[in-house]
């Protein structure tokens, strides 16, 4: 008799027990799209999409960390949503975000969850900083469930910075004559070293494209496009798109042949 984690509702549980436990993606990334839509379709202003968008990021977070997924990440908000959205939406996202920070503590605390991030995090606003500061240090000794938020990320500043990171890092340990690169080197200076390889990357409210989102992570992963919106995106979502993902025949490249680094 198979095991359901506590917690999951009926239809979670039902689908759950179809999926092989044995083939759980171990790095789930999300691009949450379409609170704009959503709204729209409602006639309501877009914040109420974000605010909706909210509460489904509270269910598919609580649902990854009852289903042991060990890393998700969700891209909440691109480096380009800062530079190209009316002032008013960035600040409404930005007291949104620094209220989730706080109110979701118990939901962290009570599902063991380790809070992350990653992003150019110095241009958001100081008491944005200093809430992701608190809420980081307060999840620390959390050993379940990694959640990364992505906030004003953008997949080539990261990968300029990880640039960066190298040279000064060589500059520090004899020079330039001793930088020494390969993929490990990289994945070491991305902002993602603390994370399990990207397999699963999905995006909701059906657009075709990565969007600048974690482009050399997602080498190798499975990706996954929804029509549904964000804001109606669920945990049960979630497991119907992990019973996708183990349909997937995962090649790497060759024929039929076990992952790089042997798993699978
Ligand atoms: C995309 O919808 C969503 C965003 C730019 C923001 C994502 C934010 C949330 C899900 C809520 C806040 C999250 C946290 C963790 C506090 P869109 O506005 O681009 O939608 P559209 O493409 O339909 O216009």
Known sequence: MRT???GLDRK?????????????????????DGNGRWAKRRHLPRI??????VEAVRLVVETAARIHLPALTLYAFSAENFTRRPATEIQFLMKLLHRYLKNELPLMHRNNIRLQFIGRSQMLPQEVQERMAWAKEQTARNTGM??????????R?????????????????????????????????????HLPELDFLIRTSGEMRLSNFL?????????????????????????????EFQKRERRYGGL?????GGSN
Request: hydrophobic share 40%; net charge negative.
């Open 12 to 32: 979670e549980a039902e689908l759950y027990s179809q999926l092989d436990p044995n083939q759980f993606p171990k790095h789930v990334a999300i691009i949450m």
């Open 146 to 155: 990694i959640m990364t938020l992505a906030l004003n990320y953008g997949s």
């Open 48 to 53: 109420a999409g974000h605010r909706k968008g």
């Open 157 to 193: 500043s990261e990968i300029v910075d990880a640039f960066k990171s190298m040279v000064h890092a060589a500059a520090n340990n004899g020079g330039l004559d001793h930088l020494k690169i390969d993929e490990e080197t990289v994945n070491r200076h991305m902002y993602t070293s």
């Open 256 to 260: 039929n042949e076990p992952a790089p």
């Open 215 to 243: 482009l050399w992570q997602a080498a190798y992963a499975e990706i996954y496009v929804t029509k549904t919106l964000w804001p109606d995106f669920s945990g049960l979502h979630l497991l119907e798109a992990i019973q």
């Open 4 to 6: 359901i984690p506590s």
